[in-house]
């Protein structure tokens, strides 16, 4: 099993910037792909991002491109989520989730393996 802990969610004014950080241990030699999904209250799980571990390869949701950038730090284990020209609609508790699976395109909730706690983007306009 592997554990997610995300990081650096807060308050920020629309047109602002975060910088998500989802740190990883245990059976990290299993992940092949890693990405970050969001959910608002009432409203279903959603894709937001993917990256292949070892490639680097990406793969964005239409809502998101553009504007939001993931990222790797193999030697620290470690995704990112950089988040600009931020929206009020991305508020959200945002997931960093883990997979086996190297189809980094495929991006069914049901597909990953482990998730992280969330840690809530809030948007204000």
């Known amino acids: 099993q592997v554990q997610l802990v995300e990081s650096g969610g807060g308050l920020v004014q629309a047109g602002g910037s975060l910088r998500l950080s989802c740190a990883a241990s245990g059976r990290t030699f299993s992940i092949n792909t890693m990405g970050w999904f969001r959910q608002a209250p009432g409203k279903e799980r959603e894709f937001v991002a993917a990256?292949?571990?070892?490639?680097?390869?990406?793969y964005y949701a239409d809502s998101v491109k553009g504007r939001f950038t993931i990222s790797r730090e193999n030697a620290k284990k470690t995704v990112y989520l950089q988040m600009n020209s931020l929206k009020t609609e991305d508020t959200a508790v945002h997931y960093c989730?883990?997979?086996?699976?190297?189809?980094?395109?495929?991006?069914?909730?049901?597909?990953?393996?482990?998730w992280g706690q969330g840690t809530q983007v809030t948007v204000s306009s």
């Open positions: 989730t883990a997979k086996t699976s190297s189809n980094y395109s495929d991006y069914r909730p049901r597909k990953y393996d482990d």
């Open positions: 990256i292949s571990w070892s490639g680097g390869s990406t």
